[in-house]
């Protein structure tokens, strides 16, 4: 497998497992296929870390739309519900 390539067989991969973490180390996510179809992602725990790190809370997010004081208004729906037979 060359350097360009990112891309893995489960076969490959068993075979060459300390190249694939190297590779997701030096070069990026590696993807491993199972029968032609993509399987998983190995990354470096740097990069899942990076990924998966809480960005602020849901607040802030709020806080920080670009839809605040747009003057967008939302209503909530008030129907009745519905009578059931239990």
Do not use: C, Y
């Not at 891309?7 to 996510?29: M, N, Y």
């Not at 709020?62 to 003057?71: E, I, M, Q, Y």
Request: hydrophobic residues 40%; charged residues 35%; glycine residues 6%.
């Amino acid at each position: 497998m060359s350097k360009a390539e990112a891309s893995w067989t489960v076969v490959d991969a068993k075979a060459h497992w300390s190249r694939v973490i190297d590779q997701a180390l030096a070069d990026g996510p590696q993807r491993i296929t199972r029968n032609g179809r993509p399987a998983v992602v190995v990354v470096s725990a740097e990069e899942w870390d990076r990924k998966t790190r809480r960005k602020g809370t849901l607040a802030e997010f709020f806080a920080s739309s670009p839809l605040r004081g747009s003057g967008l208004e939302l209503e909530r729906v008030k129907d009745e519900p519905r009578d059931i037979a239990l």
